[in-house]
């Protein structure tokens, strides 16, 4: 590992091997930021790493890390906390994990939810105290149209309990700590893409002919990076009309009013002893 040292804006970004992760780090390092560079897979980083410093003369922490190892993401905590020119945290890594829930090892839950859940609310949690101190600075957490796919039957979609329920906890989180955090000058945003021009469903061999269309992952950190721009905390950036998303919130807010004010259940559910 190196460090970055050099008075500029830095961003940490993990995934950043390849994918998405990869698409965000090329964008940020074309915009002049530093990097700090996390992927499990060392030779792959190193390469991204090496192309970036000598073609935009930044430069590039490299951290391999597992993060759903402690000890791996302890080391990366510590960068983000201890860094004073971090402005940016970016949350890409990630695998699909598409296994009917009913035969899904349980060592691939464990992964799931560690590093969609526990791997961003640790790293979030150690970048934002130096944020809010220095006053500016953005988390961006990369989330899944999969998320709000709810009851759709599973062909052509995957089967995704586990990994929905892992995108679904980076929608409310990040929307949720947005509202927490509003004032301080920090930025929070989830992004919700669709499909992805990656390599990220190769490794499960799923049929992609029956699978929606894919967008370029620099479209997708193109649109991200003018969400942050315009304090949007939701970004779908294959969503054409807001107003669907803006409904959508607020049938959500109307239902939690509603909900919050009674103290007894609805007329519906006031079965009798017997019934």
């Not at 905590?77 to 899904?104: I, K, R």
């Not at 500016?136 to 039957?153: D, E, M, Q, W």
């Not at 721009?229 to 607020?250: F, R, S």
Request: include cysteine; glycine fraction near 8%; aromatic fraction near 4%.
């Amino acid at each position: 590992m190196t460090s970055v040292a050099s008075g500029r804006a830095c961003a940490l970004v993990t995934g950043a091997s390849g994918g998405l992760g990869m698409a965000f780090a090329e964008r940020l390092a074309c915009d002049g930021h530093d990097l700090v560079l996390v992927a499990r897979r060392l030779d792959r980083v190193q390469q991204v790493a090496s192309h970036l410093q000598q073609t935009h003369g930044i430069q590039v922490t490299v951290i391999r890390a597992d993060l759903n190892d402690t000890a791996a993401l302890g080391e990366v905590e510590a960068v983000l906390a201890n860094n004073d020119a971090m402005t940016l945290l970016v949350n890409t890594a990630g695998f699909a994990g598409y296994y009917p829930f009913s035969s899904v090892e349980p060592k691939i839950i464990d992964e799931l939810v560690g590093i969609h859940v526990r791997a961003v609310a640790r790293t979030t949690r150690a970048v934002l105290p130096g944020m809010i101190r220095r006053g500016h600075g953005g988390v961006i957490n990369v989330s899944g149209l999969l998320a709000l796919a709810n009851t759709l039957p599973t062909s052509p979609l995957p089967p995704r309990a586990v990994y929905a329920g892992a995108k679904a906890f980076l929608l409310a989180f990040t929307q949720t700590l947005a509202g927490e955090i509003k004032g301080t000058g920090v930025r929070m945003q989830v992004c919700v893409p669709g499909r992805i021009e990656t390599d990220f469903h190769a490794a499960q061999t799923i049929d992609m002919s029956k699978q929606p269309p894919a967008m370029s992952a620099a479209d997708v950190v193109s649109a991200s990076l003018a969400a942050l721009a315009q304090n949007e905390i939701v970004c779908i950036p294959g969503l054409a009309d807001p107003n669907l998303w803006h409904g959508l919130n607020d049938s959500q807010l109307a239902v939690f009013r509603s909900a919050a004010m009674q103290a007894s259940p609805a007329e519906r559910y006031r079965l009798q002893p017997g019934d």
